[in-house]
């Protein structure tokens, strides 16, 4: 079957490999694993909720309409990273049979009420539908933002993906040299310098407005892990947690499994897109596996 739903979950299996596949768990509409040729290419924590308790801690959470947190009017009051994340969402069905793909989708009647209410008045009315498409290397994910409503609204997108790596004391992230990076830990704005990105601690950055005709590769010893291309999503989070940051997050398991992940996240973030009643938005990931180390200057 190459869909299958539960109460909870829609899992997604490529019609010519049946270890091939995704998992989208209806809270969040986050995907929680995605597996080619039985290999899982998503870190998702052990201790992370899946009952809908709690944000999911790994996989791809969506982010709406805030990243982080905001003092931006209308925003000040909304906790970090919005709503999407902690909803559940509609499954909407199988769209196309080659590739396949499923959507979801999200409004205000089924937005935790408790979060949406947040948002500006808790009155902006919208749309969210969340593609899933699924080849046999790569897994592609676009959101459509619509305002349904009479009068403007801004927010934030992104895909907070937590990618599975061997270890990150290995690992590098290419094609952000000579980039605008805002450092979240420094607090500080500068050009990025370093060749590419490496590890040695916690490191929480946000790159804006990279071209989006720039490739981001994962490279583990030498050899790209993952891909990661972007259609109208300008900023790119990088974050690992590292070793005192993990520990205290109690739903982040086995706690030395940040050196198992790095969190590359394409999104629009360096300011607020906004939409006028009728007008939609879009934007896409797609991660793939291998190929050569791709060089691009800025
Ligand atoms: C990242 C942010 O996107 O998400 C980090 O850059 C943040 O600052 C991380 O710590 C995890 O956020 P949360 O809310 O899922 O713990």
Redesign the pocket.
Known sequence: MPIEQTETTVTITSPSNPNTKVSVLLYGASITSWTIDSVEQLWLSSAAKLDGSK?V?GGI?L?FPV??KSSAEGFEDLP??GFARNSTWEFLGQTKENPLTVQFGLGPEAANPDVYSKWDKGDNDFTLIFTVELKDDSLKTSIEVSNTDTKPWKFNW?F?TYLKIDDIDDTLVNNLPGEKCYD?LLKETYEEKAPAVDFNGEL?R?YQNVDTSKLLQVIELGKVVHNVERENLPDV?V?N?WDK?SAG?ADFEPKDGWHNMV?I?PGHVHDFVTLKPGESWTGAQTIYKGDSIKLQSI
């Open positions: 944000p801690r959470p982010v990243f982080g970090q990273h992104l907070h979240q929480d946000i989070v974050w947690p940051k997050m969190c996240e």
